[in-house]
Each structure stands twice: as structure tokens, then as C-alpha cells.
């Protein structure tokens, strides 16, 4: 059964201190892994999709990293602005439909 | 920036009353999908829908749910009978013509009170 766990469930930062969320995924083919920015009461915002194992992309304070088995979001010096519940998750590609299956987030907090 | 937007933001209604939640997903897109996010849990699939035909659907949607896209811009979701634990946010969303792996857009929700 696919599944996507992420930890930790909640990371609490000073401002500029630099820390890493994991996203660990079982997926039978992994078509795309995709990192999404939620905030209270709001839909998930698209931030990456990695595609296979070894690549990166970068977006302002954000790194996402990927491999066989897991996935980084590294924060770089993050600001408050940058509070938001993460979001983690896959496409197999058995899936016809193109269905995500999501991880649980990881609510991070960025105090000043 | 093209967005995927969803009316009502928020309905209150009763037990067993029939809700229709709408959607613009964002033009050009082909791939229609519906998810639900119960408070405190993890964003849920509910179906997905492609060149008018439902592609695949959860569990959860069962013979209470339905999609249909009405005219070349809408896309909704009707729950029939409504019950208690159809409370939720729902969230509708699309992507563009490669389907797998290509970015899959959410809007910003319709949040469903069932009392």
C-alpha cells in the first residue's frame, strides 16, 4: 500500500535558524513527489516536484531534495512568513487517475 | 497567475439536505480532481475526472457523491444526503495536458459544516 509519512509532526525555529523536514514515502513507481505550502484555513500552495532520485530544486529559503526512499525540505535562515504546515506527496504511476496521496505535514513555526 | 477557484467558501447545512460545491479549474487544464481535508487530518483523494468520465475514484465516494462538468469551464461535486461526518474542506484541483507528475493546482477550498 502506498504510503507518506512525514516527521517531525511539528518544528518550532528562532528566526535565521536552519533545520530540515523529511517526507518518507512507499509507492509503487514513483511518478512525481511534490512538496505543497498549506496555511490555516487555505488550500495547499504547489512548491516542488521532484521527479527521481538525485534531484533538487530551490525556491527562495527552500531546498527539496529526493531519493529512493525519501524526500528533504531544507529551510535556509527561515523568517516568519515562512510559519505554514508543509505538505508531502506522491504519484505512483499505476495510478490512472493521477491521484496524490498525502502525508500528514509537518506545522512548522518561526518565532522572531 | 491562473487559479483554480471554488464557491462557496464556506455552507452550513442540514443533515440529509443535498450540497453542490463549484469549481473553475484553471483553462486548458484537462485533469479535474476533488479532495477533502477532514480538521486536523490529512488532505484525502475523492475522485479524479478526465475527458468527461470519472478516471478514478476512493473509497470514500461512494454512490452519495458525484462529479459532473456541466459546461467547458465548471467542475462540481454533489453529496446527496449529507451526513454528519461529511464535514470537511474540500478542495477541488487540476493540472495541465501531461497528467502524471505534472503539477497538480488546488484552490483555496469550500469548507462543508453538516449539522
Known amino acids: 500500500e502506498d504510503q507518506v509519512t512525514q516527521s517531525p509532526e511539528a518544528l518550532r525555529l528562532q528566526e535565521g535558524e536552519s533545520s530540515s523536514l523529511n517526507c518518507s514515502y512507499t509507492?509503487?513507481?514513483?511518478?512525481?513527489l511534490f512538496w505543497y505550502r498549506q496555511d490555516p484555513g487555505k488550500g495547499p500552495e504547489f512548491l516542488f516536484t521532484?521527479?527521481?532520485a538525485g534531484e533538487e530544486k530551490e525556491k527562495e529559503r527552500l531546498k527539496a531534495t529526493l531519493t529512493k526512499k525519501e524526500s528533504f525540505l531544507h529551510i535556509t535562515a527561515p523568517k516568519p512568513e515562512d510559519s505554514a504546515t508543509y505538505l508531502c506527496?506522491?504519484?505512483?504511476?499505476?495510478?490512472?487517475?493521477?491521484?496524490?496521496?498525502f502525508g500528514q505535514g509537518t506545522e512548522l513555526s518561526v518565532k522572531p | 497567475e491562473p487559479e483554480v477557484t471554488q464557491t462557496p467558501s464556506h455552507q452550513v447545512t442540514q443533515m440529509g439536505q443535498e450540497v453542490i460545491l463549484r469549481c473553475v479549474p484553471i483553462?486548458?487544464?484537462?485533469?479535474f480532481y476533488w479532495y477533502r481535508q477532514i480538521l486536523g487530518q490529512k488532505v484525502e483523494f475523492l475522485v479524479s475526472?478526465?475527458?468527461?468520465?470519472?478516471?478514478?475514484k476512493s473509497e470514500i465516494f461512494d454512490d452519495q457523491f458525484s462529479v459532473e462538468r456541466p459546461d467547458g469551464s465548471n467542475f462540481t461535486l454533489k453529496i446527496r444526503s449529507t451526513k454528519l461526518e461529511d464535514s470537511a474542506m474540500y478542495f477541488c484541483?487540476?493540472?495541465?495536458?501531461?497528467?502524471?507528475?505534472?503539477?497538480?493546482?488546488f484552490g483555496e477550498g469550500s469548507w462543508l459544516t453538516v449539522v
Open positions: 506527496a506522491v504519484q505512483g504511476d499505476y495510478n490512472q487517475g493521477g491521484k496524490l496521496i
Open positions: 521532484l521527479y527521481s
Open positions: 483553462s486548458n487544464h484537462l485533469y
Open positions: 484541483a487540476s493540472s495541465g495536458s501531461k497528467g502524471f507528475g505534472n503539477t497538480i493546482y
Open positions: 475526472f478526465y475527458n468527461n468520465e470519472i478516471s478514478e
Open positions: 509507492v509503487s513507481g514513483l511518478r512525481g
